[in-house]
């Protein structure tokens, strides 16, 4: 049986500079297997948009430590749209409080990761929802 490849795009949002647990996440998607394109920081949407569209990811995943997750989100989305991605998988992780998690999730986030999430959890999902 073939293990399915899976590849993913992990950005960090805007003027984010945090980024040891986008690191960490894309060494565990690296070990499970996952082809990740990290994008480093201070990513806009454009950025993010384009980079999807270029590299022809499964999964476009964003790490928001900074508080300016939906206003991001709110941006990005229409622009994943214009580019035909809305079948990718989309996930957010980072420090997203749960009263902004309906928000991300009508914005087309199917996987939505607060701080302290099991990396295992993250893998999983990916493979469930990646088809």
């Known amino acids: 049986m073939t ?13 984010d500079g945090h980024d040891q647990g986008a690191k960490i996440v894309a060494r565990a998607m690296m070990d499970a297997g996952f082809e990740v ?6 990513q806009t949407p454009e950025a993010v948009a384009r ?9 476009i995943a964003l790490s928001s430590m900074a508080g300016s997750h939906l206003p991001f989100c709110r941006k990005l989305k229409p622009l994943l749209e214009a580019d035909g991605l809305t079948d990718k998988l989309w996930l957010i992780g980072g420090n997203l409080p749960a009263q902004d998690h309906q928000a991300l999730s009508e914005l087309g986030f199917k996987g939505i990761f607060p701080t302290g999430s099991k990396l295992d959890a993250i893998v999983d999902f990916i493979r469930e929802q990646v088809k």
């Open 37 to 42: 394109i990290y994008t480093g920081l201070r």
């Open 51 to 59: 980079t999807a569209l270029e590299e022809d990811v499964d999964v």
């Open 3 to 15: 293990q399915q490849h899976i590849k993913v795009l992990l950005a960090k949002p805007g003027l």
